[in-house]
């Protein structure tokens, strides 16, 4: 069932609207040295399927090693919203936790993908 849902960063000067066809579609953590960092986990959706609604200058584009990727965050509150796939730059990346009534935490079991962590990393 299609939706359209709205997101926030954290101080609300950024919002989105998204539209899903399906649900949340292709959740999951990617684990390179940034998302491992931030811990985010996400949804894929076509870049036409997000509009920036409010905000466009309060949010900041971070791009590293490639630059293929643009991850954008919220210069005011630092929450990272969105990001341009590096592997797929048709689609967004979307932060659930962004996501009106969206509870990231309900998701016990996202896989984890597409980045470079070696697995061979001690832990503490
Ligand atoms: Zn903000």
């Not at 960092?37 to 509009?51: D, E, I, N």
């Not at 730059?89 to 009106?100: H, L, R, V």
Request: hydrophobic share 25%.
């Amino acid at each position: 069932m299609q939706q359209i849902r709205k997101s926030t960063c954290h101080c609300g000067s950024v919002k989105l609207e998204i539209r899903f066809d399906k649900g949340l579609e292709n959740i999951r953590r990617c684990d390179c040295s940034l998302c491992r960092r931030k811990g985010y986990v996400m949804a894929a959706v076509p870049t036409s399927h997000l509009k920036i609604i409010q905000g466009r200058d309060q949010l900041s584009c971070y791009q590293w090693n490639t630059k293929i990727a643009k991850h954008y965050f919220c210069k005011n509150c630092g929450i990272h919203t969105h990001h341009q796939r590096r592997s797929n730059p048709n689609q967004y990346g979307i932060n659930i936790a962004c996501i009106d009534s969206v509870n990231p935490y309900k998701y016990k079991e996202v896989p984890i993908g597409n980045g470079e962590l070696n697995d061979s990393l001690p832990t503490l």
